[in-house]
Nanobody
Framework: QVQLVESGGGSVQTGGSLKLSCARS????????MAWFRQAPGKEREGVAS????????HYADSVKGRFSISQDNDKKTMFLQMNSLKPEDTGMYYC?????????????????WGQGTQVTVSS
């Protein structure tokens, strides 16, 4: 059964905006760190942003700082990624993932839950 479901992807031109959502199921256990990863064809998957679902602390990859914003709703069942000033380099499949702690959040190991992904395409 799918535990994370992404939505909100699409195709935009350079400079446009998109807002991604990740719905979290009720079956999560000790998964307090929620993160967004992305992967472009031929490239390795990379961390984009993370948020501590309890304390709300956020982290961002240098490449998206100042442009992307990660957040969660009040009941912590949905995570969002607001993406502004999009660039072609942002193109890829975006995944949400969950792990216990956000320390070393960019490392894929430890993320027990992954969504199916939502495609983001930014054209020049």
């Amino acid at each position: 059964q799918v535990q994370l479901v992404e939505s909100g992807g699409g195709s935009v031109q350079t400079g446009g905006s998109l807002k991604l959502s990740c719905a979290r199921s009720r079956r999560f256990i000790a998964s307090n760190c929620m993160a967004w990863f992305r992967q472009a064809p031929g490239k390795e998957r990379e961390g984009v942003a993370s948020i501590d679902s309890i304390g709300g602390s956020t982290h961002y990859a240098d490449s998206v700082k100042g442009r992307f914003s990660i957040s969660q709703d009040n009941d912590k069942k949905t995570m969002f990624l607001q993406m502004n000033s999009l660039k072609p380099e942002d193109t890829g499949m975006y995944y949400c993932a969950a792990r216990q702690l956000c320390e070393n959040w960019v490392r894929e190991n430890g993320y027990n839950y992954w969504g199916q992904g939502t495609q983001v395409t930014v054209s020049s």
